[in-house]
């Protein structure tokens, strides 16, 4: 069947004064298109060409180019990011000094600054000679293990921390008979003191809280482990 051509209704009023067929600039009402009936080799037929299709214009309403293409023109960024200027966010976040609130140096950058201890330490102190004023290092060291080569004070620290826990584990030298007195910062059950085992190599242990700063509650002495 050859190729069918449309016609239009000229209109005079209501009535039809001629007919004639479709022109370059005739539209057609999409309610006339019945569904299924715009295939694509009619739309191939058209005169637009693909290139005409695939232009990206500067109208508002112009879509993204397709896949493969091209996008031209100038992104637009909002200049501030959680209320500061981009340019100064990026310096900040670049940065190593101590301005508060500054974030960590980038991978490959150096920190700057005193790192501040807030939990304690869990290593141990082990020291095989203590005689005389001995000062605990609580910032280093959360247990203590110490040998008594002399009558030995335990002089008020500086670096504990509240909430601190351990152990301190005394044990006596060859002779033995060692004593341990207390600094005012610690304190024991009862205002008691320490009386420790006075067996030659014999080993007690006691628990120690921070309650308080210049404050180190001592438990009851677990005497001669064996």
């Known amino acids: 069947m050859a190729n069918k051509t449309p016609v239009k209704a000229i209109f005079s009023g209501s009535d039809v004064t001629s007919l004639g067929e479709f022109a370059s600039g005739d539209t057609i009402a999409i309610s006339y298109i019945a569904d299924g009936t715009l295939t694509a080799a009619k739309m191939a037929a058209d005169v637009a060409t693909q290139a005409e299709l695939d232009t990206v214009s500067t109208v508002a309403s112009a879509a993204l180019p397709k896949a493969g293409g091209a996008m031209t023109g100038a992104i637009t960024t909002n200049s501030t990011f959680d209320g500061v200027d981009i340019a100064t966010r990026d310096a900040i976040l670049t940065s190593t000094t101590t301005t508060a609130g500054a974030a960590l140096p980038k991978a ?103 309650v308080a700063s210049n404050r180190i509650l001592l438990g009851s002495p677990q005497l001669a482990f064996a």
């Open 108 to 210: 490959g950058g150096t920190m700057t600054g005193t790192l501040v201890a807030t939990t304690a330490t869990t290593s141990t102190d082990t020291d095989t000679s203590n005689t005389g004023s001995i000062t605990l290092n609580f910032t280093t060291n959360q247990n203590f293990v110490l040998t008594l080569t002399g009558n030995v004070t335990l002089a008020n620290p500086s670096t504990e921390q509240v909430g601190q826990s351990g152990f301190i584990a005394f044990i006596q030298d060859g002779t033995g008979s060692r004593t341990v007195s207390l600094g005012t910062d610690y304190e024991t059950a009862a205002a008691a003191g320490l009386t420790l085992t006075a067996t030659a190599s014999a080993t007690d242990l006691v628990p120690y809280l921070v």
